[in-house]
């Protein structure tokens, strides 16, 4: 009996977790808009398939993929087709990165591949 407790409170924990940890989704302006007005913890990043700093980029927040000690989500959006949002929020280079924390912009980064800075920009938000 205390096994199968054990067990169910290690599942439940684990659940817990992967609720607060790094959520990465194709860019949509309902998405953000939703995860702003909920106080959430969201970033935008700039993405081009052509783009090998995007790319790296890519697979650093890959392997950050339902790691709670990267929580929030991370919205991907296209930086080729998303013209009208990348003059209004100011991005002049594929490869950037915005955090927010509801609708204030908490950190920016740009052409940044290093784990350690890229880390510290998504965690600004907390």
């Avoid at 709670?68 to 989500?73: D, S």
């Avoid at 915005?98 to 912009?105: L, Q, R, S, T």
Wanted: glycine share 8%; net charge positive.
């Amino acid at each position: 009996m205390k096994t199968i407790q054990l067990l169910a409170g290690l599942a439940l924990s684990a659940a817990a977790s992967l609720a607060f940890a790094l959520d990465i989704q194709p860019y949509t302006a309902e998405t953000l808009a939703s995860k702003q007005k909920a106080g959430e913890a969201v970033s935008l990043h700039f993405h081009a398939d052509w783009c090998p700093t995007c790319r790296a980029q890519e697979k650093v927040f890959n392997g950050w993929k339902g790691d709670a000690a990267v929580p929030g989500t991370l919205l991907v959006v296209n930086f080729d087709k998303e013209r009208e949002l990348k003059r209004q929020l100011g991005v002049r280079s594929q490869s950037t990165v915005i955090v927010y924390k509801g609708g204030k912009e908490t950190g920016r980064l740009a052409g940044e591949t290093d784990p350690a800075p890229l880390r510290a920009v998504l965690g600004s938000a907390k």
